[in-house]
């Protein structure tokens, strides 16, 4: 199912810009998941943040969560050619199932 | 390192003809999906199994079939495929309430 709305669609940045994405859900969640996906490739996981939390950062990753408005955000900072990729949000509810957003198209221009 | 392995990253079939995707996972998880991804569409979601031998529809389900005879293993199948199969299909597994991990695509064209 398909409850995530991702914003931008497509986001074109210079290297060493920050970037940032946006995903918003629809019903309650037990946590929220955000990935990367290479062109042609699988998605791998880059952070997850849990309901109960409303920051947290990985390396050049910070991701923040409001459950009050149902969003999430996911900043790259200092962004380098290698992070060029789609990005997914997912939300983790109370069946198995991740719920996907739409994705995010990142391009960082050298 | 943990691993989910795709038997094909690209494959050519026929329409009509009977096509296996299979997807091996070595972490013990208990769930595993299948999806297919095509431009502008996002991930959909094709079936999953929460356990061997048990499965669920997902958002997708005609046209295809799926098999977990063994926890490792969850196999996606096109009775009869047809050129609006053609797409990228991704295996992921995962433990109940954390990351998934996935396969590296298989890349369906069906002429």
């Known amino acids: 199912s398909q409850q995530g709305e991702e914003d931008p669609q497509a986001l074109s940045i210079q290297e060493g810009e920050n970037a940032t994405m946006n995903c918003s859900y629809k019903?309650?969640?037990?946590?929220l998941q955000w990935y990367r996906q290479n062109s042609g490739r699988g998605l791998v996981h880059l952070i997850l943040?849990?309901?109960n939390e409303r920051e947290k950062h990985s390396g050049r990753l910070r991701v923040t969560l409001d459950t009050s408005k149902k969003s999430s955000s996911l900043l790259i900072t200092a962004s380098r050619a290698a992070d060029t990729a789609s990005y997914f949000c997912?939300?983790?509810?109370?069946?198995?199932?991740?719920?996907w957003g739409a994705g995010t198209k990142l391009i960082i221009k050298p | 390192d943990v691993k989910v392995t795709q038997s094909s990253r690209y494959l050519v079939k026929r329409t009509g003809e009977k096509v296996f995707l299979e997807c091996v996972q070595d972490?013990?998880?208990?769930?595993m999906f299948w999806y297919r991804q095509d431009p502008g569409l996002g991930l959909r979601l094709i079936y999953f199994?929460?356990?061997?031998?048990?499965?669920e529809k997902g958002d997708i389900p005609e046209g295809y079939s799926v098999s977990r005879e063994k926890k490792e293993r969850f196999s996606l199948i096109l009775e009869s495929a047809s050129t609006n199969q053609t797409s990228m299909y991704l295996c992921?597994?995962?433990?109940?309430?954390?990351?998934?991990?996935f396969g590296q695509g298989t890349r369906l064209t069906v002429v």
């Open positions: 992921a597994s995962r433990v109940p309430t954390t990351e998934a991990f």
């Open positions: 997912a939300t983790d509810g109370s069946n198995y199932q991740l719920i």
């Open positions: 019903t309650s969640i037990n946590n």
């Open positions: 199994s929460y356990d061997v031998k048990m499965k």
């Open positions: 972490m013990d998880h208990e769930n």
């Open positions: 943040i849990r309901s």
